[in-house]
């Protein structure tokens, strides 16, 4: 606490440093996802955004900035999967973000992994598309997607389906052999965790090979990786887990992301995938047919986490 403190303390201070206050806020952003009693993420990250839209593009040129951006992004993208009727950030601001984070070199920088978040700005869009997809069959009360959306499906679909990550030179060259081999692990792990996303959102006909392909493949992922760093593509495969087998495997890898991270986020999700199985398993015991999605699995009075 007495850390936290001093953040709000340089918040508070004199100070005319647009690049350290950000970097303040993002960090009490993290600390949210840290404590899950801390209930002041949302706020954290809209006064980040703000701070960030202000800075002029000398500012952004600053070193540290491009990290704060990939921060921002990997935030505002998890922050709309967890509450897709909240405004996350405006097209045009998200544009210019990740057009920065691009390096213009780069012909396939859509497949380059950003930093430590494991997951390329290709999939943080392609996840945020299906957020939004997602918020207008919400709003829509269910009625189901429009033609436009099962196009927009496929665009989607086939990006994902045909995506690779790769890490830039300068992180092969700093990173270990075990190091690369995680990072490449959790890169696989978003992309096929976005495909099981994306079915659900917007089912199709043959969805239900396919998904057995994305999700055996996930748990390959998952097997590879020595500690699962990312709660969300964890969360999404744990969704589709329905055999005593595989659930069994994800507490266990609930377990060791605890047992490492400490992070308060993990333990409030563990909550609520098994609240969905619940919901799953006492729907197969009344031999109801299809799936229930799993954000109506959730009731109301408990707390979604932010998957960071």
């Not at 389906?161 to 690369?180: G, K, W, Y």
């Not at 995680?182 to 043959?206: C, F, I, M, N, W």
Request: hydrophobic share 40%.
């Amino acid at each position: 606490m007495r850390a936290i403190r001093g953040l709000y303390k340089t918040l508070d201070s004199s100070s005319r440093n647009a690049e350290m206050h950000l970097a303040t806020i993002m960090m009490l952003c993290m600390y949210t996802v840290f404590d899950e009693h801390e209930a002041q993420f949302t706020l954290h990250l809209n006064g980040a955004k703000k701070i960030l839209m202000s800075l002029t593009p000398r500012q952004r040129q600053h070193p540290v900035m491009k990290f704060l951006m990939g921060w921002m992004v990997y935030y505002d993208t998890l922050r709309g999967f967890a509450q897709p009727s909240r405004g996350a950030l405006d097209e045009v601001d998200r544009f210019e973000l990740t057009q920065e984070l691009q390096p213009e070199s780069c012909e396939a920088s859509d497949h380059l992994l950003t930093g430590l978040f494991g997951c390329s700005i290709g999939v943080f869009d392609a996840i945020s598309i299906i957020n939004k997809i997602r918020n207008m069959i919400l709003r829509s009360n269910g009625s189901g997607a429009e033609s436009s959306l099962v196009q927009l499906r496929t665009v989607v679909h086939e990006k994902l389906r045909n995506m690779r990550h790769f890490l830039s030179p300068e992180e092969v060259a700093s990173s270990t052999s075990d190091q690369i081999r995680d990072a490449k692990a959790t890169a696989e792990l978003y992309r096929l965790a976005s495909l099981l996303y994306l079915q659900r959102v917007v089912p199709a006909a043959g969805d239900e090979k396919k998904r057995s392909g994305y999700l055996e493949q996930a748990f390959a992922a998952l097997n590879r990786a020595r500690v699962a760093t990312s709660p969300w593509p964890v969360f999404m495969v744990a969704c589709e887990a329905h055999s005593e087998e595989q659930r069994s495997y994800i507490l266990d890898v609930l377990d060791r992301m605890d047992r490492v991270r400490n992070v308060g986020n993990v333990r409030v999700m563990r909550t609520v995938i098994e609240k969905i199985w619940v919901q799953q398993d006492l729907r197969e015991s009344v031999e109801e047919t299809g799936t229930v999605p799993w954000w109506l699995c959730i009731e109301a009075d408990l707390p979604v986490p932010w998957f960071a």
